[in-house]
């Protein structure tokens, strides 16, 4: 049995189903990310494992024990919610001490942690201050100090980070990291930002319309997805669909036009699928390419960000609209401009059109237990 148990958990709400059937095994140690579109179930998935739901059906067990009826109290789990408040009325020092308080740590010790934390998330000299005398920020930097304290089993972590600034937000990210990998804490940590869950998890768990699509690490979820849905979640891209042909050669066969693909397991001859390109790993030049998966097209519009720029590229050979990332310091193409797109067959992701492959669940496995 897995550190963290969490089985065939379901959530309703009158007529929503918040979370239907969610099943995610944790080990001790992994740091692992949610992501998933809005209302899709995250939120409520964290509750009902803190316990400060009870969850319609479905059981959670962590260390071997069954916490479904345990008081939320009585699990040794630490939390921050997006807005699960301070205590107004106690100072930042009490608010960081407050676990291990209650868990009869000395005054010794409670001092000790309290500016080891704060020198963590950067408040060193904010003892004595109160709450709403700090920026909303550093609350939710004192949140996660406050949750890290009392080095509980488990920690969950609902966008502990997004009232910050993008700078501090990426120093706080590398730093939770770092305290995480330290003090080996089992963290559930949800987020939007895709580039956050990527970065962060030693595993990812993609959620969508209160279910688990995908549970593996970020590498495999971004270059081998099982769903169109996690394909188009994470990353940009642009979906081709076909007919997959394994005959000498996998290709996928597009309304006349052919994509030479890599072999996937899971798969058979005649399947429908869904093609994605990645937009940044398709090549887009003004001169011909040569090579495998090499189409003629005329730029529709350019989305400038700065260094980079998106193009969206008319491909009358797949009947679709192609995004493609270049360099934008370099001479600009302009809509109304000819190009070539190319894309490696080995960067062409599938999936099945509909529905989800089960087949490359198994071999992803965990990390090592610490
Ligand atoms: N207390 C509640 N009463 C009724 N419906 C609820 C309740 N809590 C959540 N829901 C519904 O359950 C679904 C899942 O909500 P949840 O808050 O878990 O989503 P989420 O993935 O955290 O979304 P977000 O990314 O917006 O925070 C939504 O449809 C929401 O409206
Ligand atoms: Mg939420």
Redesign the pocket.
């Known amino acids: 049995m897995a550190f963290l148990e969490i089985e065939d958990l379901r959530k309703v709400?009158?007529d929503?189903v918040?979370v239907d059937g969610v099943s995610l095994s944790v080990e001790k140690g992994e740091f692992v990310t949610v992501v998933?579109p809005?209302?899709?179930?995250?939120?409520?998935?964290l509750l009902n494992v803190a316990g400060l739901q009870t969850p319609t059906s479905g059981s959670i067990t962590l260390r071997g024990r069954d916490l479904t009826n345990l008081p939320a109290y009585e699990r040794d789990i630490g939390v921050v919610f997006q807005d699960y408040a301070l205590f107004p009325h106690k100072t930042i020092a009490e608010n960081i001490a407050f676990g291990l308080k209650m868990r009869g740590a000395s005054e010794d010790e409670r001092d000790r942690k309290v500016s080891e934390m704060l020198s963590m998330i950067d408040l060193e000299g904010y003892e004595a201050s109160y709450p709403h005398e700090c920026s909303g920020g550093q609350q939710q930097r004192v949140a996660v100090a406050r949750a890290l304290a009392f080095d509980p089993d488990l920690v969950l972590m609902d966008e502990p980070l997004s009232n910050l600034d993008k700078k501090l937000r990426k120093t706080m990210r590398t730093e939770l990291k770092r305290i995480q990998r330290e003090t080996g804490i089992t963290t559930i940590y949800?987020t939007?930002n895709q580039t956050e869950a990527l970065s962060m998890g030693d595993r990812i768990a993609v959620?969508n319309g209160g279910e688990l699509e995908q549970f593996t690490d970020p590498k495999t979820a971004y270059e081998r997805p099982d769903s169109p849905f996690v394909a188009d979640f994470l990353g940009s891209s642009s979906r081709i669909d076909g007919t997959l042909s394994l005959g000498r050669e996998p290709e996928i066969n597009v309304d006349g036009a052919t994509l030479a693909v890599e072999g996937r397991e899971g798969f058979a001859d005649g399947d429908r699928v869904a093609s994605f390109f990645r937009t940044e790993l398709v090549t887009l030049q003004a001169d011909r390419l040569a090579g495998e998966n090499v189409f003629q097209g005329t730029v529709k519009s350019v989305d400038y960000q700065g260094r980079d720029a998106v193009y969206f590229v008319t491909v009358p050979d797949l009947e679709t609209t192609i995004q493609a990332s270049g360099n934008a310091t370099d001479r600009m193409l302009e809509p109304g401009d000819d190009v070539w797109l190319g894309i490696d067959p080995s960067n062409v992701i599938y999936t099945p059109a509909h529905g989800t492959i089960t087949s490359s669940r198994d071999d992803t496995s965990p990390v090592e237990a610490q």
């Not at 209302?39 to 409520?44: A, F, V």
């Open positions: 709400f009158g929503t918040a998933g809005s209302g899709c179930g995250k939120t409520t998935t949800v939007h959620m």
